[in-house]
T-cell receptor
């Protein structure tokens, strides 16, 4: 069964360092989402791609976060510099365009010390 | 903006007990509604969904009915098992196809 792949699964870093997360969506899924899930809360959308284009990054803290999907397939989310408040689970999801169901990867758990 | 409110947990039940997790929403129009489940250490899995009023979504013994009059989508299961222990998230499909989630409800089932 096709799955969304994410790496690393866990990342521990010190504040002010740079971190990057990678996501490989299900083959054929043109829409890719990055969500942030703070402990005890539901996921919140950070950025949404349609192919290689950003369609929604209204909740992405652009002073420190960046996301790219250069060839419209896999994607990278970067944080530079990391802050203590960035500790969270970062979830990637993918779907066919305008289709309800989103498929989620296992997530990357980030701890900033 | 769109929002989802679900009952706070944790909910602790004995095996074979009846489960209800309440979920209400605020949105423009009639969005598709979802329940996702997150097992420890894993990502979210779609449990069930409903796309229009009065639809009932069901899967693995879980059910939820889309009630537009009460803007609710409560999750129910007649007899829970220890393996149902997880975090359950209610969500709606908002503009641009993004999902808006509730805060999640922890379910613990004791044998």
């Amino acid at each position: 069964e096709a799955e969304v792949a994410q790496s690393p699964r866990y990342k521990i870093t010190e504040k002010s360092q740079a971190v990057a997360f990678w996501c490989d969506p299900i083959s054929g899924h043109a829409t890719l989402y990055w969500y942030r899930q703070i402990l005890g809360q539901g996921p919140e959308l950070l950025v949404q791609f349609q192919d290689e284009s950003v369609v929604d990054d209204s909740q992405l803290p652009k002073d420190r976060f960046s996301a790219e999907r250069l060839k419209g397939v896999d994607s990278t989310l970067k944080i530079q510099p990391a802050e203590l408040g960035d500790s969270a689970m970062y979830l990637c999801a993918s779907s066919f365009p305008s289709v309800d169901e989103q498929f989620f990867g296992p997530g990357t758990r980030l701890t900033v010390l | 903006g769109d929002s989802v409110t679900q009952m706070e947990g944790p909910v602790t039940l004995s095996e074979e007990a009846f489960l209800t997790i309440n979920c209400t929403y605020t949105a423009t129009g009639y969005p598709s509604l979802f329940w996702y489940v997150q097992y420890p250490g894993e990502g979210l899995q779609l449990l069930l969904k409903a796309t229009k009023a009065d639809d009932k979504g069901s899967n693995k013994g879980f059910e939820a009915t889309y009630r537009k009059e009460t803007t609710s989508f409560h999750l129910e299961k007649g007899s829970v098992q220890v393996s149902d222990s997880a975090v359950y998230f209610c969500a709606l499909r908002s503009y641009g196809n993004k999902l808006v989630f509730g805060a999640g409800t922890i379910l613990r089932v004791k044998s």
